[in-house]
Structures are given as C-alpha cells and as structure tokens.
T-cell receptor, first 111, second 115 residues
Framework: DQQVKQNSPSLSVQEGRISILNCDYTNSMFDYFLWYKKYPAEGPTFLISISSIKDKNEDGRFTVFLNKSAKHLSLHIVPSQPGDSAVYFCAATFGNEKLTFGTGTRLTIIP | GAVVSQHPSWVICKSGTSVKIECRSLDFQATTMFWYRQFPKQSLMLMATSNEGSKATYEQGVEKDKFLINHASLTLSTLTVTSAHPEDSSFYIC???????????FGQGTRLTVV
C-alpha cells in the first residue's frame, strides 16, 4: 500500500525554466510533508517542508504547495539550474511517526 | 541544518563476515534513528526504527537477527549486518530525528559490497 506516490519517475526541464514535481498521498492523518533531494551514492538532503496548517511555503528558489482537499503537494523550483539535477523524494508523517517516502522523481535539467 | 555523520561511506567485505555501520548526530540529540536500504533506482526502504535505550522496531520482512541495531546513546546508532551475503550488497542510509522535530536528517550513506 503506497501511501505516498510520485507518479512521474522522471522529468526533464530546460535550464532557467520552472520545474514542478508532484506528490500525492492517501493517508489523511499526514500533517507534515517534506521534500528531499538525493544525488547518487549520497544520503538525501532536506530541502523544504510544509505543515498541514499552511498551503504554501517558500525558501529561495523552492516553493512547496499543499492542497489538502486533493491530498496533493508539489515542489516548484524556479529558475531551474543544472545543479538541481537529482532524484527528489517527497515524504509525509504525522505525530512522531516514521517518514513515509514516495518513490522519487529523477529531475534532469537540460543546459 | 543538523549534521548526521555515517561511517564508513563504503565497505567491501567477504561473504560470511559481519559489518558494522555507525550513525552519529553531531550537533543534536537524536531521540529516534531510522535505518534505510536503497536498491538501485528504487525508493528508500525503511528497515527499522530505533529509540534511544530501547529495542529497535523492524519493518515487516526485515530479519532482526541479521540486521542488528543498537541505539545506546542519544548521538549514536549502529547497524551490524551479520553473516553478510552478496544479496546484502546495497546502499544503507541512516537518519536521525531530534525531540520536537517531525522531520529527519540523513547520513551520507554506506555502500556495502559483499564479495
């Protein structure tokens, strides 16, 4: 039972344009969501998070949007840079529970 | 952000031997540590959750006698792969969570190759 889904395994975006990565979840108990970036052979790096009491959180080039009614969140990266090429995982949790990860989306930024 | 250090970053061992991987939170107290395994081109698979001073909780399908987890202090957790076999070759990642924080910070990962 995949409670957190990233339906796009890969995404290619031109440098300078906007990258939009999507994530859907099924467990309505989730109240905190995170995005991680992962390079090959390295551990994930925390990017940005959002609490369910908000619908948007912004940090520099990264913005996360949360649509609770649709159980959907998205990560926007603008402008996209070559260093953004990586695998992006969304994760969700509630209370003190473990993080539940999506399957990841490989983002490739085309110079 | 908080720093989690994982050691070693890579290790090669002979089949039948045991390997210990360390995970340390360097600038915060980790009340909970998580151990993950990642197969090539797949998502992170949670193996177990450990709280300081108590036994680890293993996910379904993970052999607790094969993957020994110790979380003896608030800054250190270890994963020991016992009697390693080539199918245990994988990328192992730890993460640590401090009190009052719902997210987690990850170590750099350990690539284990069993020959």
């Amino acid at each position: 039972d995949q409670q957190v889904k990233q339906n796009s395994p890969s995404l290619s975006v031109q440098e300078g344009r906007i990258s939009i990565l999507n994530c859907d979840y099924t467990n309505s108990m989730f109240d905190y969501f995170l995005w991680y970036k992962k390079y090959p052979a390295e551990g994930p790096t925390f990017l940005i998070s959002i609490s369910s009491i908000k619908d948007k959180n912004e940090d520099g080039r990264f913005t996360v949007f949360l649509n609770k009614s649709a159980k959907h969140l998205s990560l926007h990266i603008v402008p996209s840079q070559p260093g953004d090429s990586a695998v992006y995982f969304c994760a969700a949790t509630f209370g003190n529970e473990k993080l539940t990860f999506g399957t990841g989306t490989r983002l490739t930024i085309i110079p | 952000g908080a720093v989690v250090s994982q050691h070693p970053s890579w290790v090669i061992c002979k089949s039948g031997t045991s390997v210990k991987i360390e995970c340390r939170s360097l600038d915060f107290q980790a009340t909970t540590m998580f151990w993950y395994r990642q197969f090539p081109k797949q998502s992170l698979m949670l193996m177990a959750t450990s709280n300081e001073g108590s036994k680890a909780t293993y996910e379904q399908g993970v052999e607790k006698d094969k993957f020994l987890i110790n979380h003896a202090s608030l800054t250190l957790s270890t994963l020991t792969v016992t009697s390693a076999h080539p199918e245990d070759s994988s990328f192992y990642i730890c993460s640590a969570r401090g009190a009052g924080y719902v997210g987690a910070f990850f170590g750099q990962g350990t690539r284990l190759t069993v020959v």
